[in-house]
T-cell receptor, first 116, second 112 residues
Framework: DSGVTQTPKHLITATGQRVTLRCSPR?????VYWYQQSLDQGLQFLIQ???????AKGNILERFSAQQFPDLHSELNLSSLELGDSALYFC???????????????FGAGTRLSVL | GDSVTQMEGPVTLSEEAFLTINCTYT??????LFWYVQYPGEGLQLLLK?????DKGSNKGFEATYRKETTSFHLEKGSVQVSDSAVYFC???????????FGKGTHLIIQP
């Protein structure tokens, strides 16, 4: 158990809809990272928050957004969903806010999103 | 930009065989290198890491050495077990791009 909690485990929705994925980092970790794992693109970095503020952005679509709350949990919002958004979404956390990610990241079990 | 290349497999071995999974990288700066493992239905777990040239990471019988001259971080294990069956990801951080950059993953199957 990594200590990173993601909910829900599975999400099934329709095209055009909006969903919210939730992540609670390990106790004491200030950074949260979001990644997307798909069959064609592999694992891709989406966005990082550190202590409530956006720290780094990767290949995140404009339809996607994230935020980190004062209790350090984070939410990833996906809107106007398309079939191609079906993927496994991982959250990871680390103690430091290093945007270049030299430090160890601990991953949650992921949320599997199916867009029908 | 940063990139990681690894053999995708599947790689099928018999129990107690020697394992090598190749990983090479391209990065600016001085990245840290990682191997993560993903068991079926689970998230990624850190297997080992190395932060500078010639560092050797090791854990659970797995080893990998950070080779700057060949830009490689090959994963090895002397004697694999059925329980090692999983997908293995090579990754780098701190090379210039934000976040971790992952390889495509290598699916390892160990047969009894």
């Amino acid at each position: 158990d990594s200590g990173v909690t993601q909910t829900p485990k599975h999400l099934i929705t329709a095209t055009g809809q909006r969903v919210t994925l939730r992540c609670s980092p390990r106790s004491g970790d200030l950074s949260v990272y979001w990644y997307q794992q798909s069959l064609d693109q592999g694992l891709q970095f989406l966005i990082q928050y550190y202590n409530g503020e956006e720290r780094a952005k990767g290949n995140i679509l404009e339809r996607f957004s994230a935020q980190q709350f004062p209790d350090l949990h984070s939410e990833l919002n996906l809107s106007s969903l398309e079939l191609g958004d079906s993927a496994l979404y991982f959250c990871a956390s680390s103690v430091e806010g290093d945007r270049l990610a030299k430090n160890i990241q601990y991953f949650g079990a992921g949320t599997r999103l199916s867009v029908l | 930009g940063d990139s990681v290349t690894q053999m995708e497999g599947p790689v099928t071995l018999s129990e107690e065989a020697f394992l090598t999974i190749n990983c090479t990288y391209t990065a600016t700066g001085y990245p840290s290198l990682f191997w993560y493992v993903q068991y079926p239905g689970e998230g990624l777990q850190l297997l080992l890491k190395a932060t500078k040239a010639d560092d050797k990471g090791s854990n659970k019988g797995f080893e990998a050495t950070y080779r700057k001259e060949t830009t490689s971080f090959h994963l090895e294990k002397g004697s694999v077990q059925v329980s090692d069956s999983a997908v293995y990801f090579c990754a780098l951080g701190g090379g210039g791009a934000d976040g971790l950059t992952f390889g495509k993953g290598t699916h390892l199957i160990i047969q009894p």
